[in-house]
Every structure is written in structure tokens, then in C-alpha cells.
């Protein structure tokens, strides 16, 4: 199969974490949601056990109460954090921009849980080595699923980031969810139109400088 590998590699490279673009008042449809996920569930998973689900929340009560434990998880560190950033640097556009979603999460038309059967706790190393070891397989069999759920979104002229902090009050979002204690959620994406199409590749050092061959500390390029 020949694919096009510019439009492959813009798709890869302006794929951003989109919070003051998202379109507060577009709807978007379930069809879309789901014709996204169908494409992130190719992702794959350890030992192919396809443990991903998906939580899908429209009702505005239930984005409410979401929104309100993610600002109870992050919202007021957020803001100050804003506040005491250089004006006009790159963290205090990233922690403004972090700060406004906060203020704003009920508003967005979908907000997406991703699950995955299993618990991170030590009652279910089993055979695992330690925390690590279960912690890698259990994340990455649904972070993959995460991202190509994204850049199916942006493809589709939709956007969304990856946001963590409600996951403070997780037990908490799982009762108001009905989430079976077997799962774990492992974020939330807010999903929604975006104001435009026109991202662009964001600066990021050569790989070369990050990049060790053999030993750390050993930079590919020197070798």
C-alpha cells in the first residue's frame, strides 16, 4: 500500500494538544465519535487482549460535575501558575491556554474517557516484576489507542488534548459514571470542532542532540 507520506507526515506533525481552538458551540455527532474510535481501536494492545472501552459524555450535568472535579484537581494551580509565568513565554501560553479549558471543560461538546480493564495497585503485580512493569503494559495498551483516536479527530477537522487531572478524584468520576472498579480511566479528552484547520509543526530539538546509540550519553551523531 502507497501511502502519501506528506500528507502522513503533516497529519503526524500539527496534531497538537488544542484547547482555545476547540469550537464550544458546534455539536459534534455520536457518528463521528465513533468513526474516530473505530480507527483507534486498530491500535495495538498487550497480548492483543483489546481491553479498551470508551466513555462518551454529552449530558451537561455530567460534564459539569466532571469539569468540577477536574478544577478541584488542578484548576486553581493552573491559574496561579499563569499568573507568575512570564507574559508571552511558551509556559505561560501553555499554562494559559491549560487554565482557560479548565474554566471551560463543561462547555465542550464531548468530553471522551478512555478505559482499560485492569488496576494499577499492587494487589495486581501477579507475575509482574514490579510497578513499572505493569504500569507499561497496562498504559500502553491504551495510550496508542489515545493518540490514534486524536489524529483521527484532526483529520476530521476536529481536536482535543490529552488531560489528566481529574484522575485525582478518580474514584469519584467512576461513581458518577457508573465505571466498574476493574477499569481504569486513563484521562480525559475533550473533543470538539476546532476553529480552524491551520496548525502548524511545533520547535522541537534535533533528535540527534536526544538521541544515544548503544549507551546513554552516547549521542547517534557522534558515532
Given at each position: 500500500m502507497?501511502f502519501?507520506v506528506?500528507?502522513?507526515d503533516?497529519l503526524?506533525?500539527t496534531?497538537?494538544?488544542?484547547?482555545?481552538?476547540?469550537d464550544?458551540?458546534?455539536?459534534?455527532?455520536n457518528?463521528?465519535?465513533l468513526?474516530?474510535?473505530?480507527?483507534?481501536?486498530?491500535a495495538?494492545t498487550?497480548s492483543n487482549?483489546?481491553?479498551?472501552r470508551w466513555?462518551?459524555?454529552r449530558d451537561?450535568e455530567?460534564?459539569r460535575?466532571?469539569?468540577?472535579?477536574y478544577r478541584?484537581?488542578?484548576?486553581d494551580?493552573l491559574d496561579?501558575?499563569?499568573?507568575?509565568t512570564?507574559?508571552?513565554?511558551?509556559m505561560?501560553?501553555?499554562l494559559?491556554?491549560?487554565?482557560?479549558?479548565?474554566q471551560n471543560?463543561?462547555k465542550?461538546?464531548?468530553?471522551?474517557?478512555?478505559l482499560?480493564i485492569?488496576?494499577l495497585?499492587?494487589?495486581?503485580l501477579g507475575?509482574?516484576?514490579n510497578?513499572t512493569?505493569l504500569a507499561?503494559g497496562l498504559?500502553?495498551?491504551?495510550?496508542?489507542a489515545?493518540?490514534?483516536f486524536q489524529?483521527?479527530l484532526?483529520s476530521?477537522?476536529?481536536?482535543?488534548c490529552y488531560t489528566?487531572?481529574h484522575?485525582q478524584?478518580?474514584?469519584?468520576?467512576?461513581?458518577l459514571?457508573?465505571?466498574?472498579?476493574h477499569?481504569?480511566?486513563?484521562?480525559?479528552l475533550?473533543?470538539?470542532?476546532?476553529?480552524g484547520?491551520?496548525f502548524?509543526?511545533a520547535?522541537?530539538?534535533?533528535v540527534?542532540?536526544?538521541t544515544?546509540?548503544d549507551?546513554?550519553?552516547?549521542p547517534i551523531?557522534?558515532?
Open positions: 502507497d502519501d506528506s500528507q502522513t503533516a503526524l506533525s496534531t497538537r494538544a488544542v484547547r482555545k481552538r476547540l464550544l458551540d458546534r455539536d459534534v455527532p457518528e463521528v465519535v468513526e474516530c474510535l473505530q480507527l483507534a481501536v486498530q495495538p498487550g487482549q483489546q481491553g479498551w466513555m462518551v459524555v451537561q455530567q460534564k460535575a466532571l469539569a468540577d472535579l478541584r484537581g488542578g484548576g494551580y496561579q501558575a499563569a499568573e507568575s512570564e507574559p508571552g513565554s511558551t505561560h501560553r501553555v494559559d491556554s491549560a487554565s482557560y479549558l479548565a471543560l463543561e465542550v461538546p464531548v468530553l471522551v474517557i478512555p482499560i485492569g488496576r495497585d499492587a494487589s495486581s507475575g509482574a516484576n510497578l512493569t507499561a498504559l500502553g495498551s491504551i495510550v496508542p489515545m493518540w490514534s489524529l483521527a484532526r476530521r477537522g476536529l481536536g482535543s489528566t487531572m484522575l478524584f478518580e474514584d469519584e468520576a467512576a461513581e459514571l457508573g465505571i466498574p472498579p477499569l481504569t480511566q486513563a484521562g480525559l475533550p473533543v470538539a470542532y476546532t476553529k484547520t491551520d502548524k509543526p520547535q522541537r530539538p534535533p540527534s542532540t536526544i544515544y546509540l549507551r546513554y550519553k552516547n551523531d557522534d558515532a
